[in-house]
């Protein structure tokens, strides 16, 4: 392991009826007439999955504009923000059981950007829900009410838009909310979660897509960000990353490391444990795993460094292993993707196995459900329910939760929510709630 930085605590982040569905056969996907039953696949799992038998046809679904902008769920309502391109961001607010609109909330938002749509995940309390939209509106709602109870621009901080727009979902703790606004002279911004007015803000840290994240480390709390001090460009235009920790309380750097390798910061750090943290990109970045110590001085080590990245979501830890979808651009194409799908590496940096091609999954997200995996094909937006095991690939179903054609499948990009026994999940036009677990209310 090599040193990368030490840096002192005073000084210091998607019959035969007409219906069509995806049939794999040796790891492609393939577009075939199908019985309506191939929606829904019968399986047994073991007590950690929670339902014998299950039915995985989606309990309710609801067509959204084009997006990427993933649900959070809270109580029982689903939140996500829709955007009509150009004109307005839309917050709306659907009952978790039964995919009936409870209320929306709207604001004007002009503009494009580049694959145009929403971007980013709506961050809910018992009380408000905060939005952050990709040309860097701020909204803070009242979830009685349904009004707003305060907003502002991230550029009223100074910052600057990023240049496929913000993507960070906002990150609240505590009385503040924590934001990137991500100009020349501001990084992360923590405005008071009751007024909005600032509290604290670090220095100018560079380009970001990631979110920021708190974690525990050392027996403290830390609030990790990964940035770039350039924006990275082109299909392999990775860039030097830094991981940056600061204090939640007062904004105050507590350590600073660039890892081996480079990359444009999407994914946001993972903690394995309380000491190590893992940081994953796309791009040709690769992924590395630091080691944090405090004697005195915070000391970051890097534990190891591969090749592999994931573009644009975390791994999952799991008894010791890391689990990553190492999808990106550059084994995107055909006869590149037998270098990407679903690797398993151990805490020492071995590749244990990897599905390559076959599936490979695309830019995909996962969770972990008891021991298994629930990973959503990024580019046929399949489901895949996959037992986590260092000895390999099990692959325990699959099953399709959306009605689009698959043409319409191509960017499945947007985070999985799960709660109350349910995961819902996003295309890039619909939004589809599977029950994974237990009855819904009144059954």
Known sequence: MRVLVRISPLIALMGLAAAWAWKER??????????????????ELGQDYG???????????????????????????????????????????FDLWSGQERWRFRYDAPGRLEFP???????????????????????????????????????DFGGALPDFGWAATPLVLGEVVVLPALGAAVGLVALDVV???????????????????????????HVVFLSAEEQGRGQDSAVPMTVSAFAPDSGKLLWRATPSGSSVP?????????????VTGGYGGGSTLLSIEKSGDYVVREVFHVDKGAQLH???????????????????????RHLGGLVCYDLEGNELWSTGDAPYMGRGHMLRVGRHL????????????????????????????????PKDRRRMWAPMARAKGTVVVRGERELACILLGGKPPGN
């Open 374 to 405: 629930l990973i959503q094909d990024g580019l046929s937006g399949f489901l895949r329910f996959v037992r986590a095991a260092p000895d390999g690939y099990h692959q325990v179903f699959t099953a399709n939760a959306f009605e689009s054609p």
């Open 195 to 221: 007024s909005g007015r600032e509290v604290w803000r670090t220095s100018g840290l560079g380009s970001s897509h990631s979110t920021p994240v708190v974690l525990d480390l050392l027996g403290e709390r």
């Open 51 to 93: 339902r014998q038998g299950a039915d995985l046809t989606p309990i309710w679904r609801v067509a959204l504009e084009p997006g990427y902008g993933g649900a959070a769920i809270d109580g029982d309502e689903v939140f996500v923000l829709d955007r009509e391109v150009g004109v307005a961001d839309t917050l709306r607010v």
């Open 314 to 336: 975390p791994p999952v830890v799991l008894d010791g292993y890391l689990y990553l979808l190492a999808n990106e651009n550059r084994n995107d194409s055909r006869v590149r």
């Open 266 to 278: 999407i994914p946001p750090p993972v903690a394995v444990d309380d000491h190590r943290i893992f």
């Open 26 to 43: 040796r790891g492609i996907l393939e577009w075939v007439a199908a019985p309506e039953q191939d929606y829904t696949t019968e399986f």
């Open 117 to 155: 749509g929403s971007r980013t995940t709506p961050a809910v309390t018992a009380t408000h829900v905060y939005l952050l939209s990709s040309f860097g509106h701020v909204h803070c709602i009242d979830r009685a009410s349904h009004e707003v109870t305060w907003s502002c621009r991230l550029e």
